[in-house]
Every structure is written in C-alpha cells, then in structure tokens.
C-alpha cells in the first residue's frame, strides 16, 4: 500500500481508442446509419479496469504500449481526468494506437465491436522500467493477455514478491499457458477456452490442474460460477442494461478493489453490483458521473 494509504494497482495489457456509438441496431451492408448518441474514451481491458480501480479509490498504473502518434493524445487526457497513471512501454512508436468502433443497440444494451488488438504492437520485457521490478508498494496486479510477455515477466515478479496477480480472461488468447502457473485469481467469461476444454467444468478443471486456487466464471445478466472451497453461484443484480459495452472490464477493475478487503465470493458479488451499475448508462465513462454509494 502507498504512503497515502491507498491501494496500488498494476493493470498490464491492452490500451485502445473507443468510439462508441448509440444506434437502433447494427447496420446492414450498404446502409448508413445516423447515431442516436456518440462518445469517445480510451478503451481496452485492463484500461476500463484501471480507471475503475481508481474511481473506487485506489491509485492504478497502466502498462502497455501507446506511443506518440497525436491520436494518443485523446487516450491521454481521458486518463488523465481520471487519475489514471500510464507508463508506456514503447513511447517513440509512431503508428496509431488500436481504435475499436462499437455499436451499442438501444433497446438491448448488447453491442458489436471491430477492432485492433495488441499482436501489432508486442512490447519486449527490457522495457519494463526499473522501478517495476521491484514491484515495490504495489499491492495487485490485472493481466488481460494482450501483452504476454510483459505479462509473463510481471507475473513471475509478483509471485516471487507475494503480490496476488488477476487474469482477465475474457477469451484464450495464445501464451496465457505461461501465465497462469502464476495466477491467484482466475476471472473468466464464458467465452474463455482454454485447449481442449469446452465445458465451464472443462475450464475449472484446466485452471484447477495448474494449481489457480480462486475461478470465477461470468455469464453476463447470469449467476457467476466459483470454487469458494466449493463450487457455487453468486447472483448478479437484475437491471434493463442501456449498454454492456466494457461491463467485464469494469467488473475486474472492481474485483481489484475488493479482493484487497473481502472474501472471494464477496469480492465477486460487491464487483457484479459496480458492473450492473455502470451498464444502466450509455458507454463507459458514463456512470462515474454519478454519485453513487457503490464504494
């Protein structure tokens, strides 16, 4: 914990541009669509989970790779206005961050996403600073997969440091077998299928095998699946959702917040409040704005 005595988080993975647009439904080829509501904000896994763990009171770092493209500048000042602290492993990169265009439905809140993710923009673990190799007053740490071998080398310091480390596991993503020998907590979708597992008990028993003692397995509006010594379900709170975009981000970004101060089941059902939460407003920014009594 900091001198301030706020927890320290260290998100590790993807950072993207968003833009997000509120419409009737998806288009069909050839036809133009005209937007009921629009937003921009910086996006990807570990980005909308930092600047939950922030909002929640915590003070969050971001590494990955963003560059000096102008584009940056947007993801930037987002981050900023929410205290989030970046730490850019390829600052000299001139191409354009990953932009993601997404969708949102209005009668449904479910969204349709295209997009760029990080296999372009692989940082080397030399370009870890320094200071994180200490891990010094970090007290978390969330990996999304989209930078494996940073992600690798910042697990095998955490597990030599005692400091838990998170997977974000929303889908498999090819050298997470690396990682996940160092995991204290597995929070999956129920998209996440590891090789040779297509089953949720497939999953849970891949995970288990490698020796992950706390999984969680989501199902968006449905009950969440972990082994809290047993399995079990924990219910998510019922809501109309206005828009899902980035619900699972938000929910590790929360999950980060209170695992430092709960029990896993708790944890996990303090987490699905803060993420059915901010699925009532559209994007994901938008919902923070509120004054809300989810802390």
């Known amino acids: 914990m900091t001198n301030n005595d706020r927890y320290y988080g260290l998100f590790v993975g993807l950072t993207t541009l968003d833009l997000i647009y509120l419409a009737k439904s998806p288009p069909q080829n050839n036809q133009k669509l005209v937007a009921l ?3 921009v904000a910086a996006g990807g896994p570990v980005t909308n989970a930092a600047v939950t763990f922030s909002h929640l009171g915590g003070q969050a770092e971001l590494l990955g790779v963003l560059g000096s493209h102008p584009m940056t500048q947007l993801i930037r000042t987002d981050l900023e206005k929410y205290q989030v602290y970046i730490t850019d492993l390829e600052p000299s990169l001139q191409n354009p961050p990953p932009v993601s265009s997404i969708i949102v439905t209005q009668t449904t809140g479910e969204r349709a996403v295209i997009s760029i993710n990080a296999v372009k923009t692989q940082a080397s673990p030399q370009n870890i600073p320094e200071r994180l190799t200490t891990l010094e007053n970090i007290d978390i740490v969330l990996i999304d997969g989209h930078q494996i071998e940073v992600g690798y080398h910042i697990a095998q310091l955490a597990k030599a440091k005692n400091v838990p480390v998170v ?3 929303g889908s498999w993503k090819p050298g ?3 990682i996940l020998p160092f995991v204290n907590f597995a929070i ?7 090789p040779n597992c297509r089953t949720q008990q497939d999953t849970f028993a891949y995970l288990s095998h490698i020796g992950i003692q706390h999984i969680a397995i989501t199902h968006g509006g449905q009950p969440i699946c972990c082994n809290d010594k047993e399995i079990l379900t924990i219910d998510v709170p019922s809501i109309q959702p206005i828009d899902t975009l980035g619900a699972g981000d938000i929910f590790h970004g929360a999950f980060c917040h209170y695992i430092l101060q709960n029990s896993f089941a708790e944890a996990l ?3 699905a409040k803060v993420a059915a939460c901010s699925c009532q407003f559209f994007g994901t920014r938008r919902w923070l704005e509120l004054e809300s009594d989810i802390n």
Do not use: M, R, V
């Open 269 to 271: 059902s303090l987490s």
């Open 167 to 169: 997977i974000d596991g």
């Open 176 to 178: 997470f077998e690396k």
């Open 188 to 194: 999956c979708s129920a998209n996440f299928h590891p």
């Open 37 to 39: 509501d629009y937003t």
